[in-house]
Structures are given as C-alpha cells and as structure tokens.
C-alpha cells in the first residue's frame, strides 16, 4: 500500500531529478489538486492510504510534468483574483501578474459607476475571461463583452462566466480585435499577445509547448497587437472611459508612443511582482 506522503514524496524526487525548480511545492500542488485537497490537507493526511484509481491517476499526471506540461493545465484549472477558472487548449493560463491590470483598472470602474450608476466593460482576447470576468464580480453594476478569435476560448469563458454565476452580464463574442464589435465602452482592456516572434522558440517548454501560440506572438517586433487596438479603440470608448493593457517587461515606452499617437495619454504605469513594467492604463486625450 501507498501512502499520501509516499506519493507526494516520490513525485518529488523525480520532479527534482528532472530538473524542475520548485519540485516540492509542484508535488503537493499537483497530488493535492488532482485528490480534492487543500494544502493543509496535503501535509496533515500525509497517513492516507491511496486507492489503485488514485494511484493511477498520480502516475499520469507526473509522468505528464516530467514532459513539462505545466501543473494547472493537467490539473485543468487555476486560481485568479479569486477565481477558480476552467483552462483549455487555446487559452493562455491566467498568472497573477495579470491581477495587477484587474487592481489598475477597478478604481476607474468604480469612479465610473459611482457617476453613471453602471459601466460597460469590453476585454479583447478574453482567453479564459479571467480580465473581465474578475472585473464583473468585483462591480455588480457592470456588464461586459469577452472577445476573442478562438471558439475554444469562448466556449471557456462562457463557461467561467456561468460557474461563478456571471452569465447574465457577460458576453462572449468571435472577433478579430474590434471587427465584430459594436456601440462604446467605458473601460477596454486587454492582455494581447506581445512576444516577438523571434523569442518564442527560446521560452520555457511549460509557456513555448503548451501555451497557445496565437495567445503569445506579437509579430516581429511584438507590437502589432497593440497598434491594432489604439487604432482602433477611439471609436468604441466612451470619451471619459480609459484602456488598461498588459505589456511586456520591456515595452512601457513603445506601447505609450503607440497610444499617444493615436489619442491616447498615459494615465497610470503599474509594475509586476518582479518590478517589471507590466500594466499601462489610457485616457483619452483631452483636446
């Protein structure tokens, strides 16, 4: 017989053999997560005895790591702003970096409601829906469209939408940025694709392999995403709303040109975890 420990242990080692760098946190997440318990469950349960399905189930899903196929896609879902969010092949699985434009863009939606008495909330490339979808729960008077190009990714998000019982002011539309988008918008937000195409054979096996593609390339210069939106986005924001979008490590001064030459001003930069720049939020500019 095999013990919960024993398994957590064995895992492990072979994560740490492998050359994964946070071997033991991935071994309780990923045996935890796959048998329905909280961490604390994890290291207190440690005597429980495991089935054959059980063990079964532990073997495939580390022998799927060991292929560096990363833990919340085996596991098929992953925490957000407090979310738990369903993940799929074509959408990029949420990272907290990403909370930081949720936090960015909440005050200004707040503001917002607190003079119009309701916000109208556009997400382009909505992926999961972990953008808007956070939004919405935090701002009951708030309704909003999730776009994206991907069926797969709309079919998540409505999905989301519905477990966390946001269904009613959320929906999920096919567009190609704002082709298929109609009427204005308070606040648009956007975590776009913006790593040059060169970069990407050189990622990580866990974002390069299993990421998807169309959610990672910005183009050559890993721009061209956010020249599709400020070209754009003045024709469907309401003259008092704002843009909040993700950025690369590296782009804060680029993306800015991007946005003033088409209207926009910089209203607020914000850094990731890291202290990377990583979120930048627009008005539009006066005249």
């Given amino acids: 017989m095999t013990t919960l420990s024993a398994a957590v242990t064995e895992a492990r080692n072979r994560f740490s053999e492998a050359g994964l760098s946070d071997a033991a946190i991935e071994a309780r997440l990923l045996i935890g997560g796959l048998l329905k318990l909280t961490s604390t469950e994890v290291f207190t349960g440690g005597e429980r005895v495991l089935t054959e399905d059980e063990l079964a189930r532990i073997s ?3 022998e799927r790591r060991l292929k560096r196929e990363p833990v919340h896609r085996i596991l098929g879902s992953r925490e957000f702003h407090g979310m738990d969010l369903l993940i799929s092949k074509e959408t990029l699985e949420p990272r907290p970096d990403t909370e930081i434009l949720v936090d960015s863009v909440l005050p200004y939606m707040r503001q917002i409601v607190a003079v119009k008495g309701e916000a109208r909330l556009l997400d ?11 939004l919405l729960k935090e701002s009951p008077e708030t309704q909003g469209i999730g776009s994206d190009i991907s069926e797969d990714a ?5 999905e ?9 002011r959320f929906e999920a539309i096919r567009s190609d940025w704002f082709e298929n988008i109609s ?3 308070d606040i648009i ?7 040059r195409s060169d970069v990407i054979p050189a990622l990580e096996p866990e974002v390069r392999d299993f990421d998807p593609s169309a959610a990672l390339d910005g183009g050559p210069d890993g721009l061209a995403a956010y020249r599709a939106i400020a070209a754009d986005a003045g024709n469907f924001l309401e003259k008092d709303g704002v843009i909040g979008v993700e950025i690369g490590f590296d782009q804060k001064e680029t ?7 088409d209207g926009f001003e910089l209203a607020q930069a914000k850094r990731d975890y890291g202290d990377n720049d990583r979120v930048l939020v627009f008005t539009v500019k006066e005249a």
Avoid: M
């Fill in 255 to 261: 993306v800015a040109a991007i946005f003033r030459s």
């Fill in 60 to 62: 495939n899903a580390v």
């Fill in 124 to 134: 382009l490339g909505t992926g999961t829906g972990a953008i808007i979808l956070a």
């Fill in 183 to 185: 009427g204005r918008f």
């Fill in 154 to 158: 709309l079919k998540t998000a409505a």
């Fill in 189 to 195: 937000v956007s975590n776009p694709p913006y790593i």
């Fill in 160 to 168: 989301n939408a519905a477990r966390l019982g946001l269904s009613e």
